[in-house]
């Protein structure tokens, strides 16, 4: 849709983002899977980053099974993580009155706050998830008529309300059980996932630092294959030509490799590349919303004035913490 309505020069420049949006993506769960191998199963760094991409490779294999099998292979791992983080919760105890307070009274304490709180933003609607679920969901079912699409409409609904959910509540339950198991026992100074596994097992015991090694690995390894197949998406949307997928599994590996090899701080650059992710939200978002208020593109389908007006908000939002993000990184500060 992009390439079809925006200028040639706009396409090209979100392309550019976009791609760059799945493979910080890409590094970020890369690096997570492979400290999982390293800590799990006590794997060299190097030989665990390369083992990571054989993985992913293999299960993008899949696809060439249809969806439903790459699919299904996905939804376990979604299901792994979600039960990882329920026995986290149960093991760490947390106050649920304070979740449930804090759920819907914000506090951003400092600018560290801020870019956090920007990166879990980018972690839980990445844009280029965007992108990868409209390729994958448009030639599930072809709609004969305006009531075949209302019904796939509302089965799609389901399925995204049902998706999102479970990726904030297992964004949630990592932030909180972190806050009980740490803050709550004045471990404040935990700065990286390598000293988190090691003071869980003094602190909650060694079922729930395997249950964070077991999340961190399932986790790396399925939205790893999610964003190969979103660059592929993002490729052959916006400039209409593909590449074998085997280049491009290689070809975002490299910065992984290149981020072990030199010893950079693997936490500092998770944290970084949701920030990235953050900050090229606003491109598909906001043609999102263009794209489903316009009648003569959206037919039966098109935005309530209440969604689209509800879609704004929500981007306006992303937008201002973005741009706070960016006063904050060039030496602005807060009044507190």
Not at 81 to 108: D, G, N, R
């Amino acid at each position: 849709m992009c390439r079809a309505y925006y200028p040639t020069w706009l396409s090209y420049i979100m392309w550019g983002f976009s791609e760059v949006a799945a493979m910080a993506t890409d590094i970020a769960e890369f690096l997570g899977a492979t400290l999982g191998l390293n800590l799990l199963f006590h794997i060299p760094m190097l030989f665990a980053t390369l083992l990571t991409g054989i993985t992913t490779y293999l299960i993008l294999m899949l696809e060439r099974l249809g969806f439903r099998p790459l699919e299904k292979f996905i939804t376990a791992f979604v299901v792994v993580i979600a039960a990882c983080f329920v026995i986290e919760t149960v093991l760490s105890k947390p106050q649920f009155s304070q979740i449930a307070y804090h759920s819907v009274v914000p506090w951003m304490g400092n600018s560290d706050a801020v870019f956090l709180a920007v990166g879990v933003i980018g972690a839980t609607v990445m844009p280029h998830a965007v992108y990868l679920h409209s390729g994958l969901t448009q030639n599930r079912i072809t709609a004969r008529n305006d009531e075949e699409k209302r019904h796939i409409f509302r089965f799609n609904t389901k399925e995204v309300v049902i998706a999102m959910s479970l990726a904030g509540l297992i964004n949630l339950s990592m932030m909180f059980m972190a806050a009980s198991a740490f803050h709550g026992s004045g471990h404040t100074g935990i700065a990286d996932i390598q000293s988190a596994y090691k003071m869980l097992t003094p602190l909650l015991g060694p079922a729930a630092a395997s249950a964070f090694l077991v999340s961190l690995l399932a986790s790396g390894i399925s939205s790893s294959a999610v964003g190969t197949m979103a660059g592929s998406v993002i490729m052959q949307g916006f400039v209409g030509f593909t590449i074998p997928l085997w280049i491009r599994r290689v070809i975002t590996m490299l910065p992984t490799f290149l981020i072990v090899a030199l010893g950079i701080d693997p936490t500092r650059t998770l944290v970084i590349s949701q920030v990235v992710l953050s900050l090229v939200l606003p491109m598909p978002i906001i043609s999102l919303i263009y794209f489903t208020r316009r009648r003569d593109i959206m037919g039966v389908l098109v935005n309530k004035r209440i969604v689209t007006y509800a879609a704004t908000v929500c981007a306006f939002i992303i937008l201002v913490l973005n741009l706070l993000l960016l006063y904050l990184s060039f030496g602005g500060s807060l009044p507190f």
